[in-house]
């Protein structure tokens, strides 16, 4: 079945020691986000790429990266976590409607992160 | 002013009856919206999609869009444990990603 792939499910790290969370898609959508979404809060979106183009949000932290090597991949890097950084990792992805809109989003399973 | 806002609940309906969750918008530019459900611990997921004002039903849910007033809602009906969960608005404010609102708690009583 096409879907959407995060790994890992799971991740302990310790204050301060990078950490990548990966995405896989074969939906073969031009559009992969990632969200934040800590306990009881709204998912928030940290950056998207559309097709190879890059859109952080203007609050997103200096230390969270993310990449983009082709149309199904997409990786998370967080430089240095920082305990407030414990958190749901979710990516979506969708395929462009056109224009400004935004179609349906689709979500992979998410990445719980842990600082400690 | 958060751009999505719900009410956290938790709202407790008894099996069977109506589920009314509410949403308020508020970029009146806004063309789209959307309905997820999201059990604890894992992710959202889709139920209803809205573009037009007015009704849309899909079987036991129908959601509710007025552009005017910036409101947006999802009515379950004969609600089961099952739909016990999260439920998030999001909206789509032409930036090409949704903002999505905190959830509402439904708890579904047997």
């Known amino acids: 079945d096409a879907m959407v792939i995060q790994n890992p499910r799971y991740q302990v790290t310790q204050f301060g020691k990078p950490v990548t969370l990966s995405c896989s898609q074969t939906?073969?959508?031009?559009?992969m986000y990632w969200y934040q979404q800590k306990s009881s809060q709204a998912p928030k979106l940290l950056f998207h790429?559309?097709?190879?183009?890059?859109?952080n949000e203007a609050d997103t932290p200096d230390n969270f990266q993310s990449r983009r090597p082709n149309t199904s991949f997409c990786f998370l890097d967080i430089r240095s976590p920082g305990l407030g950084d414990t958190a749901m990792y979710l990516c979506?992805?969708?395929?462009?409607?056109?224009?400004?809109?935004?179609?349906?989003?689709?979500f992979g399973e998410g990445s719980r992160l842990t600082v400690l | 002013q958060k751009e999505v806002e719900q009410n956290s609940g938790p709202l407790s309906v008894p099996e069977g009856a109506i589920a009314s969750l509410n949403c308020t918008y508020s970029?009146?530019?806004?063309?789209?919206f959307f309905w997820y459900r999201q059990y604890s611990g894992k992710s959202p997921e889709l139920i209803m999609s809205?573009?037009?004002?007015g009704d849309k039903e899909d079987g036991r849910f129908t959601a509710q869009l007025n552009k005017a007033s910036q409101y947006v809602s999802l009515l379950i009906r004969d609600s089961q444990p099952s739909d016990s969960a999260t439920y998030l608005c999001?909206?789509?404010?032409?930036?090409?990603?949704?903002?999505f609102g905190s959830g509402t708690r439904l708890q579904v009583q047997p």
């Open positions: 999001a909206a789509d404010t032409g930036r090409r990603a949704l903002t």
């Open positions: 809205i573009y037009s004002n």
């Open positions: 790429y559309y097709d190879k183009d890059f859109n």
């Open positions: 970029d009146r530019g806004s063309q789209s």
């Open positions: 979506a992805t969708s395929r462009d409607p056109g224009g400004t809109n935004t179609g349906e989003l689709f």
């Open positions: 939906l073969n959508h031009n559009v």
